[in-house]
T-cell receptor
């Protein structure tokens, strides 16, 4: 069945360090992989996404890697700031537009 | 360009009651998806509406139903509420024509007592 495993569930890093979150997905038909940031009491907001025709995508301080062979995703946040503290979700999507989310990683950036 | 808006923001209902949640999609978006997010969990797909038709459903019982209107706004209806239905209900709108970014509303926090 469709399943996205995400780890770690919690991550604490020192300000300025990098944070890495990993996901494993199950559906080989999935071709869209967004990452969402959700601050406490707020809506999930897209921070970066990657499609299956790519294996790496970079944004401002964020990099996402996709290994389709082993169905692994990872998100790296460089030079973390206290404002990066939030819950991060990976997700997989297919042509039906349905998104299957991981269980989330609570990131705490210590000043 | 207006964002996705949901109403109400908070709601308390009694077990067995019925509830209707509303979502206005982002301007230009004709696809609305509904998700249930239990505390400490990721959002779970309930169903999606595309051009007023249900376009896919997750593992939710028939007492979860929905509608999409000609202006692409949407409703989620839940009958015979159970305590486990307490959650944040999120709607997300997206563009037609392939996999594109889903824009989420701020959610409706439903508490069933």
């Amino acid at each position: 069945g469709e399943n996205v495993e995400q780890h770690p569930s919690t991550l604490s890093v020192q300000e300025g360090d990098s944070a890495v979150i990993k996901c494993t997905y199950s559906d080989s038909a999935s071709n869209y992989f967004p990452w969402y940031k959700q601050e406490l009491g707020k809506r999930p907001q897209l921070i970066i996404d990657i499609r299956s025709n790519m294996d790496k995508r970079q944004g401002q301080r964020v990099t996402v890697l996709l290994n389709k062979t082993v169905k692994h995703l990872s998100l790296q946040i460089a030079a973390t700031q206290p404002g990066d503290s939030a819950v991060y979700f990976c997700a997989e999507g297919d042509s039906s537009y349905k998104l299957i989310f991981g269980s989330g990683t609570r990131l705490l950036v210590r000043p | 360009e207006t964002g996705v808006t949901q109403s109400p923001t908070h709601l308390i209902k009694t077990r067995g009651q019925q509830v209707t949640l509303r979502c206005s999609s982002q301007s230009g978006h004709n696809t609305v998806s509904w998700y249930q997010q239990a505390l400490g969990q990721g959002p779970q797909f309930i169903f999606q509406y595309y051009r007023e038709e249900e376009n896919g459903r997750g593992n939710f019982p028939p007492r979860f139903s929905g509608l999409q209107f000609p202006n692409y706004s949407s409703e989620l209806n839940v009958n015979a509420l159970e305590l486990d239905d307490s959650a944040l209900y999120l709607c997300a709108s997206s563009l037609e024509g392939g996999i594109t970014e889903a824009f989420f509303g701020q959610g409706t926090r439903l508490t069933v007592v």
